[in-house]
């Protein structure tokens, strides 16, 4: 079965510099997430998209930007990295009409802010 | 805000015994899910089981089985036959929503974590 493709998967950048980390959801799911997981940390909740609009916002840092698009791929932009912003950035995708609204995690992006 | 607390930061059991990861959650909402997540060492997050707040009944999933105490805010993983690859950080999860309302696009809390290591 297809699953979340994220892109890239690594990804390496110094300090100040912008990345943008990509996200294609599941075939027919509506739905993305994003979330980031430091070392040694539980994953936590950054931003998520339904339907192109921004449904729930966590403690997603103002450098950051995240939109869905028409093809319900979604993007993220992170601007003036800190070595703080190095984390593994999950996205996941769900059905919104499809309770109990399971997500389903992509494999990651490992950013690496040096 | 609600709030996940996974006790146990690190388990080791025998191959083939049984283990149970403890978490609690505290929270206002009435309506909520609540998730198993195992993240092995390839970092990939995978779903093991989820828990509808409105259901009584518990959820299995073949070797995997939660006890739901919604009163006492409790959601404990039962692990039967554990296996090798069952070696994993296993995650709890929370998410507000439920039959009759919304949530679809909610984000999930998790909880700190236990290290499971399944030992031959």
Not at chain 1, 39 to 62: A, C, R
Not at chain 1, 82 to 90: I, K, P, R, T, V
Request: glycine share 8%; net charge neutral.
């Amino acid at each position: 079965a297809a699953g979340v493709i994220q892109s890239p998967r690594h990804l390496i950048k110094e300090k100040r510099e912008t990345a943008t980390l990509k996200c294609y959801p599941i075939p027919r799911h509506d739905t993305v997430y994003w979330y980031q997981q430091g070392p040694g940390q539980d994953p936590q909740f950054l931003i998520s998209f339904y339907e192109k609009m921004q449904s729930d916002k966590g403690s997603i840092p103002d450098r950051f930007s995240a939109q869905q698009f028409s093809d319900y791929h979604s993007e993220l932009n992170m601007s003036s990295l800190e070595l703080g912003d190095s984390a593994l950035y999950f996205c996941a995708s769900s059905l919104e009409g499809q309770k109990p609204y399971e997500q389903y995690f992509g494999p990651g992006t490992r950013l690496t802010v040096t | 805000a609600q709030t996940v607390t996974q006790s146990q930061p690190e388990m080791s059991v025998q191959e083939a015994e049984t283990v149970t990861l403890s978490c609690t959650y505290d929270t206002s909402e009435n309506n909520y899910y609540l998730f198993w997540y195992k993240q092995p060492p390839s970092r990939q997050m995978i779903l093991v089981i989820r828990q509808e707040a409105y259901k009584q009944q518990n959820a299995t999933e073949n070797r995997f089985s939660v006890n739901f105490q919604k009163a006492a805010k409790s959601f404990s993983l039962k692990i039967s036959d554990s296996q090798l690859g069952d070696t994993a950080m296993y995650f709890c999860a929370f998410m507000k929503g439920g039959m009759y309302s919304g949530g679809g696009a909610d984000g999930l809390t998790f909880g700190k974590g236990t290290h499971l290591i399944i030992q031959p």
